[in-house]
Structures are given as C-alpha cells and as structure tokens.
C-alpha cells in the first residue's frame, strides 16, 4: 500500500525515490488519493533537496503517463516541437511552425496562454477571428498530417497530473524549482509524441529565470531529462534583455508574423532567433546534414512563399478567415488609441526592464492579472525602440495601442521608467549558448 506521507518523509531526507514510487504518487494526483498538502510538502521537500536525473525522468513520464499520448503513424517525417520560456515579443512559434513543416517536419505544437509578463502563443492566435485553440483530436491530428502543423492548447487529456501539481506550486512558493520546472514543461511535450525537441530558454532581465546560471542549469536539466527518455533534444540560450520583436501585444505580433512570412517586415532579431532555433530543430531531427543546409531549406520555405501558405491553411482549418493572411488587417482588431511617446531625454538607450516593459501591456488589458481575466487583443506596443538605438524628441520610443485615455497614460509612465538612457551604447547579442 502506498502512503504518501513516507514518499514524502524520503525526499525530505534526501533519499533516493525509486520508479514505482514515483508512480504510485503520480498514480494518486490523478485519482485524488493523493491529497493537496501532501502535493505541497512533496514539491517543498523537492525544492530544498533537487532530484537526481533518474527521478526527474521517472516524474516526467508518470507525468505524462497520467494521460493520453499521442500516437503518429504514417507520417514521412519527424515529429518536431519548440518551447520557450517566454518573454515579452516571442512570436517565433507562429513562424517557425510553418517554416518546420515546409521543410519536411510535422509539428504538433501545444501551446499555453500568457503568465505574468509574457505573451501566451494562444492568446495570440485568439487575436485571429474564430481560430479554435482546442480543436478534438481527431482534427488536430488531421491539420498537423495534412499541413505538418497545427498550433493549439492544451486539454485536459494531456498530462492532467502536471496540471493539479502546477496549481499547487503556484501557491506554495514552490514554482523556482528547477526539477519540477522540467518535469512540468517536458510532460506535456513528450505526451505529444516526439521525435526532437528544441528549447529556448530565455536570459536577461525578462526571463523567467533571474539569473544567467539559473537559466543554464534549467536549460541543461530539460536536455538531460528529455535525452533520458528517448527524445533527441537541444536547448539555445537567448537574450530577454528587450523585446524580441518589434510589437508587443497579441493582434500586433500576429500582424508581425505575417509580415514576417511574407517577407516584408523581418525584424533582424527575431530573424537571428527563429533561424537558431529551427536549424537546431533540423539538425536533430536529421532533416538537414549541417547548418548551410538547414539556412538554405529554411530560406527557401520564407522565399517560395510555402511557410506563409502553410500558415494559411492551418488558420483556415482550424476556424479562421480563409484571407486572413491576405486581409489580416481588416481582421485583427485595432485600439481605440493609438498614439506615439517620446524619450524623456536625448541619448542612446543603455538598458531596459524588460518585465516592466511587459507588464505595461498587461495594464493596457493584453496580458492577464488573474486567471479569468479576459484580454483586449487590440492593446500593445508597436515599433518599440532597442538596446542602442539613439532616441530624441523627434524619434518615438514606443507607438501605445490603448483602449482608453487612462491606460494609455499608465502604459506611457510604465514603458518611460522601464527605459534607461545614457550616452553608453550596451553590447547587445541574441544567442549566448547551445546545450545538446
């Protein structure tokens, strides 16, 4: 008979837990015989002590196991997926996604909604009028073999242990845990069924993580555990330092991406990023020999026009206007405001609080507060300045999209003390490391 309160006496003590234990416990999340305080004490005792590679393993696949798994058959490709930790302008799903599948790979990507500052791919996708983020099965697994990718969430099927487990942790001061970090991000993208996995893992002043060393040993735990369990996968340290593209809000970097894909607005930044990450993708997945060769198939996929179209049809099938990427700017709604803020002062912008600069959009009503909080798509931050742009009376910083005349004023004061300016122009990258 399992008892919960001596697998729990064994973390506490630093002791070694064994497969079938983490099993059972799992096994009781799921069924309720597991009770609230015992998950609690669990992930304290966790935070305190770690997990050896073998127990974060053996927790991510309970994990997943607690659920379905999606099975692919027939395909004559690999199954890819990306994930990030998130930040403010990290629209890269919504292309690297297409530009994947143009390439041979199938991409069955679940996605979340925004946390805190950061964007949530799926409120994102929600900007696109009747776009349906929790498709059935059956049909989310026809887009993604009929057009090699379909973007949604998750539901309740997929890895619903890690759910009652994450609800916990966010009350309990227990979220910082690296171990269960891992567990929580990678249980659901193997219940997808993958064959490579690539991660970016965000560093800077808008990360998730606080520190550079946080953000590595985060990034090196998901490459072991995923590794470990069968899943080829690789993760890229990446710069938050500022916003990864040039809008920020949901409407707004859905219009970017579709510009990016037609090739008519390719922020350089997020050029660089999206590269990194989808070449890793094709690397690892053996769709590619080398980094010339996956440059060459990724450009190709941007050129043809193939991503784009690929983006197309998978908005269309899952409920969005079938113009949308010809008409996107009838489609997507616009703020009631929308007005340009100048720099307090001349000079060149040594450095920005990236978290600040989120939670601005978050005033505005683009992020969300609470959990039922319902988001104002139209509301962001367009052509936001960069690290070591000059800046002056005449050159705005940041175009507000507001609903209204007291949140526009909020988000300005925000955005202004969020932004340092100086006469030291700052070393700006985008890729810090690889991790395999």
């Known amino acids: 008979m399992f008892i919960p309160q001596e697998f729990i006496r064994k973390k506490r003590d630093n002791k070694p837990l064994s497969k079938a234990e983490i099993e059972e416990f799992i096994k009781g999340v799921s069924d309720g015989s597991v009770a609230n305080e015992h998950i609690s004490a669990f992930a304290m005792a966790v935070f305190f002590n770690g997990m050896s590679l073998e127990e974060k393993t053996n927790l991510t696949i309970a994990m997943k196991n607690s659920g379905n798994t999606l099975k692919w058959e027939n395909l004559d490709g690999p199954v890819v997926d990306k994930h990030s930790t998130g930040g403010i302008g990290d629209v890269v799903s919504l292309m690297l996604g297409p530009m994947l599948a143009a390439c041979g790979a199938y991409i069955p990507m679940i996605s979340g909604r925004g946390l805190g500052h950061t964007g949530g791919t799926l409120d994102k996708l929600e900007s696109i009028p009747n776009y349906n983020v929790l498709p059935d099965d059956g049909l989310f697994k026809k887009i993604v073999q009929d057009y090699g990718v379909a973007i949604i969430g998750q539901t309740s099927s997929l890895a619903p242990a890690d759910k009652r487990i994450y609800s916990i942790r966010d009350v309990t001061a227990t979220v910082e845990s690296i171990p269960m970090i891992s567990a929580s991000i990678l249980a659901k993208k193997l219940a997808e069924g993958l064959d490579t996995l690539v991660m970016d893992v965000k560093v800077g002043s808008g990360a998730f993580m606080p520190t550079y060393e946080l953000s590595k ?26 916003s990864l593209a040039y809008n920020i809000g949901n409407a707004l970097e859905v219009k970017e991406a579709v510009e990016y894909l037609q090739n008519i607005n390719v922020n350089p930044r997020l050029h660089r990023v999206n590269m990194a990450l989808c070449s890793s993708a094709l690397i690892s997945s053996g769709l590619a020999k080398d980094q010339d060769e996956a440059t060459r198939k990724l450009e190709e996929s941007l050129s043809s026009g193939r991503a784009l179209e690929i983006f197309a049809k998978m908005t269309a099938a899952l409920g969005g206007p079938i113009d949308f990427c010809d008409k996107y700017d009838m489609y997507l709604k616009k703020a009631n405001i929308i007005e340009p803020i100048f720099a307090r002062e001349s000079g060149v912008v040594e450095s920005m609080d990236a978290i600040a600069i989120g939670m601005s959009v978050v005033g505005l009503g683009g992020g969300r507060i609470r959990p039922s909080d319902s988001i104002d798509h139209s509301v962001g931050l367009e052509n936001i300045i960069g690290l070591g742009q000059n800046v002056d009376k005449h050159k705005p910083i940041a175009i507000i999209h507001a609903k209204d005349r007291n949140s526009f004023n909020e988000a300005k004061k925000r955005v202004l003390d969020a932004i340092s300016v100086g006469n030291d122009v700052p070393k700006v990258q985008e890729i810090y490391e690889s991790l395999s």
């Open 217 to 242: 040993d985060l990034a090196k735990s998901i490459v072991e555990i995923a590794n470990n369990a069968g899943v080829n996968t690789s993760a890229i340290l990446t710069d938050m330092n500022q």
